[in-house]
């Protein structure tokens, strides 16, 4: 069973909560290798509930990637309606099935970019996908807060350690390949 303290060589010390790794640098904390008791205890990768966990390095998206995801979604999504302007039926098919994909991507824990560039968004303590309302508020919500202020929000991927931008921070997810 889970120790009620867990020390990691990087410092973090945990003190109530349980961790199978590390939520800081991603180190196994368990010790033994069991995952019983832990707040996440599914191996690296995706596990047979559709989970995933922080894996001893994490997979972490680097920010070149995480940009070009955001690039190929924007002209998905900023393009695309742009053809209504052209009154055509067809161009509001189209803007309806995109957005209509972009909302069933929220409910998978990714965006329409990062579906296409194979990247997840992950809870960064335990490694589990988010569900469709949170990243309504990672996507709404975060990413207005993120670019309010010169997108500093945006460049705080950057500088920060887990590659995570202010919208991240919000809900405390990473993103992660795969």
Not at 13 to 33: I, K, M, N, Q
Not at 35 to 55: C, D, F, L, V
Request: hydrophobic letters at 40%; aromatic letters at 14%.
């Amino acid at each position: 069973m889970a120790e009620s303290k867990q020390e990691c060589q990087c410092g973090f010390v945990s003190e109530g909560t349980a961790y199978r790794f590390c939520p800081e640098c991603g180190s196994d904390l368990s010790h033994e290798g069991s995952t019983q008791g832990y707040a996440n205890p599914s191996p690296q990768g995706k596990n047979m509930e559709g989970t995933y966990s922080i894996p001893t390095s994490p997979p972490i998206s680097s920010p070149s990637r995480r940009l070009g995801a955001y690039i190929v979604e924007a002209f998905i999504l900023f393009v695309v309606p742009l053809l209504l302007l052209s009154g055509e039926t067809l161009a509001v098919f189209a803007f309806l099935g995109v957005w209509g994909w972009e909302l069933w991507c929220w409910t998978q824990s990714r965006t329409i970019g990062k579906h296409l560039f194979g990247m997840t968004v992950v809870h960064k303590n335990t490694g589990q996908p988010f569900g469709f309302g949170a990243m309504f508020v990672r996507e709404i919500i975060g990413k207005f807060i993120s670019g309010f202020i010169f997108s500093l929000g945006f460049i705080w991927i950057l500088i920060d350690d887990n590659n995570q931008g202010w919208h991240d921070k919000l809900i405390s997810s990473i993103v992660i390949d795969g």
